[in-house]
DNA sequence: TTAATACATGAACATGTTTTCATATATTAA
DNA sequence: TTAATATATGAAAACATGTTCATGTATTAA
């Protein structure tokens, strides 16, 4: 499949937000349900500004979305392929080498 | 599915490597069997040394992997969990956006 | 061995990113 | 309105990264 310029920057740009520790720690948390961003840096043990300023990164690139209820807002993942691609890279973790690498 | 933080500095380290797009685009021309290194620095653009660099770094993550054949260094995909992940990234950017975004 | 080709590497420059801290905004309750 | 909670944001500090250039190593052929 061929990409495009502005394909591959895009795509590269969503790699690269998920490629920091905290970040991906904030986007798996958020792989199962809507959580609250004070819940976020709980959980992550990053501050609750930190969080909130990786979350925008992560709701600008569409990889999450907020909704807010009260006083709290609720992140999630934009949609099924972010899963998808989380969960592959979690496979490809979890499984002994294959053959013939080096 | 719960991830050891080791498993997720690993997984993010993987997404970071495929969040530039110079060395995303080198991977893409890897997918589809082995290049080698020259004519990789022909297909993307960039020098041979920059992608040499890149290579190197794609390597150690065990996101490539080389094989010499005479004087030519041949690059192809560690496994096919990249190739699958690289896929449902391609899909993601190449479909519209879901219902319910904002 | 020497020369030519193909790739790799170290150092340095330029740029970009993550994190913290202080402060601002939104929402609800009193 | 005032206070309390929850989140967002701007600026700066601390740190990391991509790229280039010069040089080094491997392989093959003459």
Redesign the interface.
């Known amino acids: 499949?061929a990409?495009t310029n502005d394909?591959?920057?895009?795509?590269?740009?969503?790699?690269?937000?998920?490629?920091?520790?905290t970040?991906?720690?904030i986007l798996?948390y958020c792989l199962d349900g809507p959580v609250a961003v004070g819940d976020l840096a709980q959980a992550t043990g990053a501050s609750p500004s930190l969080v909130s300023h990786h979350l925008r990164l992560l709701r600008a690139a569409?990889i999450l979305?907020?909704e807010r209820r009260g006083k709290k807002v609720y992140y999630d993942a934009?949609?099924d392929?972010?899963r998808?691609?989380?969960g592959?890279?979690?496979?490809?973790?979890?499984?002994p080498?294959?053959d013939g690498?080096?």
């Not at 394909?7 to 520790?21: H, K, N, S, Y």
């Not at 592959?88 to 499984?95: F, K, S």
């Open positions: 499949m990409l394909q591959t920057v895009e795509i590269a740009e969503i790699f690269r937000l998920m490629g920091d520790p970040r991906l720690r798996i569409r979305r907020a934009a949609d392929h972010i998808t691609v989380v592959d890279m979690i496979d490809h973790v979890a499984e080498a294959e690498e080096d």
